[in-house]
């Protein structure tokens, strides 16, 4: 009761917080985006990607096309918080009120064709793409995702792993573990470290997405590649048997988690990792650039990776991507900013210190780590499925439904709870 009472205070806080940040964004970039500032039109790039792990990438990219295009006036408008916890609400707010970015991070999927494609607010770029000769350099799978009734929305500037378990190499070599590849293997792995008293699992649930992203990985590796998309399409039901042994799988596993779990975000929890402090993170390869980042962490020297149970045939895919919204003023800066964003330049300076992958085929592996270089190989045979934390699988409606019911279940964990309002909420998916 004192959670629920916390949760609604700390909602209209953010809430509160959120409209003066978006205030504050505007007055301090100078009113409307794409128009006039006094210093000429402005090029604002909105995304959540700040501090820790996050805007490396982002801000190696900004340096170089700035470099390039001195004339552009770019303004970095990032609004922090995980997975777009904040970013998205303060974006929606600017949406409605007629007053866009020049430019905004939005996921392949769901996210993009379902929300602002579907809502009209979205110009098409199929002319970008011709003229830049892009058809056959991103991958089919991620082109559709981009795509609405025959029409390319955005430019997919990274493709994200969401389905790793990175660990700790010397909590494993010191305990003589190998890494889990089935759930059996997993629970093993676990209880003989819980039994040393090693946290086997950092969790970071302060933004419950983290804990959504670990349930949908479950699922993925109980449902197989083609049920779990079957899960998006009406085709399996939120009241199958595996969904159920899905969410008894995740009940589990809490024993397992860092105590303080709802206290950290995903950064908190993977450096628990980092410095010996927990085994095992399961988090999207994002991770991986804070590892090297910011703890100056050696990729498969201090941290392993491996694909969490049963789906390592499996690529749980997340991609940040780019559109042009309706309604600014600076069209044709933007697009010089998208040919930008989708050349293997760009790409090739960006996912290094992103920890993901490029989207286009054609990039460069010299420029990858070791982590880098297989997960390019991984993504081209693997079984592609989309991430419901990320926004890919289902619409924004469903996806805060499910981080609601996540964060009420990792309290109460009440398996048949969870299940019913997973199948009430389903019905959103049409
Ligand atoms: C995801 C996004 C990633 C990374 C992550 C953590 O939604 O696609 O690029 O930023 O959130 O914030």
Same mark, same amino acid.
């Given at each position: ?5 916390l949760?609604a205070?700390?909602a ?6 959120l ?7 505007d007055?301090?970039t100078?009113?409307k ?6 210093k ?12 820790a ?7 190696a990219?900004l ?5 390039k295009?001195?004339?552009i006036n770019?303004v970095?408008?990032? *609004?922090? =918080? &995980? $997975?777009?916890? +904040?970013?998205?609400?303060v974006? /929606?707010?600017? #949406?409605?009120?007629g !007053? ?5 991070? *939005?996921? =392949? &999927? $769901?996210?993009? +064709?379902?929300?602002?494609?579907? /809502?009209g607010? #979205?110009?098409?770029? !199929? ?13 089919k ?21 969401g389905?790793v ?16 590849k ?8 676990a ?11 950092a969790l ?5 997405w ?11 590796g109980k449902?197989?590649p083609?049920?779990y ?13 595996r ?11 809490i024993?397992y ?10 950064q ?8 010996g402090?927990?085994?095992?993170n399961?988090m999207?390869?994002?991770a991986?650039g ?7 962490l050696?990729t ?14 499996d690529f ?11 309604g600014i003023d600076?069209?044709?800066?933007v ?12 790409q090739?300076?960006f996912?290094?210190?992103?920890g ?7 990039a460069?592996?010299?420029k990858?780590?070791?982590y880098?270089k297989?997960t ?8 592609i499925t ?5 926004g890919?699988?289902?619409p924004?409606?469903f996806?805060?439904k499910?981080?609601n019911?996540m ?7 009440n398996?048949?709870?969870?299940i019913?309002t ?5 019905s959103?998916l049409?």
């Amino acid at each position: 009761m004192k959670r629920k009472w916390l949760m609604a205070f700390t909602a209209l806080i953010l809430t509160f917080s959120l409209a003066l940040l978006g205030c504050n964004s505007d007055s301090k970039t100078g009113g409307k985006s794409g128009g006039k500032n006094g210093k000429g039109t402005k090029l604002e790039i909105f995304s959540w990607w700040t501090g820790a792990g996050e805007e490396d990438g982002l801000k190696a990219i900004l340096a170089d096309f700035k470099k390039k295009h001195p004339d552009i006036n770019v303004v970095n408008a990032a *609004v922090a =918080g &995980g $997975a777009g916890t +904040n970013a998205k609400a303060v974006l /929606a707010n600017r #949406m409605q009120a007629g !007053d866009p970015p020049s430019t905004f991070q *939005v996921h =392949g &999927g $769901a996210e993009l +064709n379902d929300g602002w494609v579907a /809502a009209g607010k #979205m110009e098409p770029l !199929d002319d970008l793409y011709d003229k830049e000769g892009w058809r056959d350099k991103f991958p089919k799978d991620l082109i559709d995702l981009v795509s609405k009734d025959g029409k390319i929305y955005s430019v997919p500037v990274d493709i994200h792993r969401g389905n790793v378990i990175f660990y700790n190499k010397k909590i494993f070599e010191e305990n003589g573990l190998q890494p889990p590849k089935t759930f059996d293997d997993f629970k093993a792995v676990a209880d003989k470290l819980l039994k040393k008293g090693i946290t086997p699992l950092a969790l970071g649930d302060k933004e419950p997405w983290a804990a959504t992203m670990v349930f949908e990985d479950i699922l993925l590796g109980k449902l197989g590649p083609d049920d779990y998309r079957g899960l998006w399409t009406g085709k399996v039901g939120f009241d199958d048997p595996r969904v159920k042994d899905a969410a008894e799988t995740f009940k589990s596993w809490i024993p397992y988690f860092n105590k303080d779990h709802s206290s950290r975000n995903w950064q908190d929890a993977a450096q628990l990792v980092g410095e010996g402090k927990a085994a095992m993170n399961i988090m999207g390869d994002w991770a991986k650039g804070y590892f090297t980042n910011d703890l100056k962490l050696k990729t498969n020297v201090d941290f392993g990776w491996t694909t969490t149970p049963n789906t390592s045939d499996d690529f749980m895919v997340i991609t940040d991507t780019f559109g042009l919204p309706k309604g600014i003023d600076n069209p044709d800066q933007v697009k010089t900013f998208l040919s930008y964003l989708g050349s293997t330049e760009a790409q090739d300076i960006f996912n290094p210190l992103k920890g993901s992958i490029p989207a286009r085929v054609d990039a460069d592996p010299s420029k990858y780590d070791e982590y880098g270089k297989q997960t390019m190989e991984d993504f081209k045979t693997a079984h592609i499925t989309p991430s419901l934390a990320h926004g890919s699988a289902a619409p924004e409606g469903f996806l805060t439904k499910v981080n609601n019911a996540m964060n009420i279940f990792v309290t109460q964990q009440n398996v048949d709870n969870f299940i019913n309002t997973l199948v009430s909420a389903s019905s959103d998916l049409k």
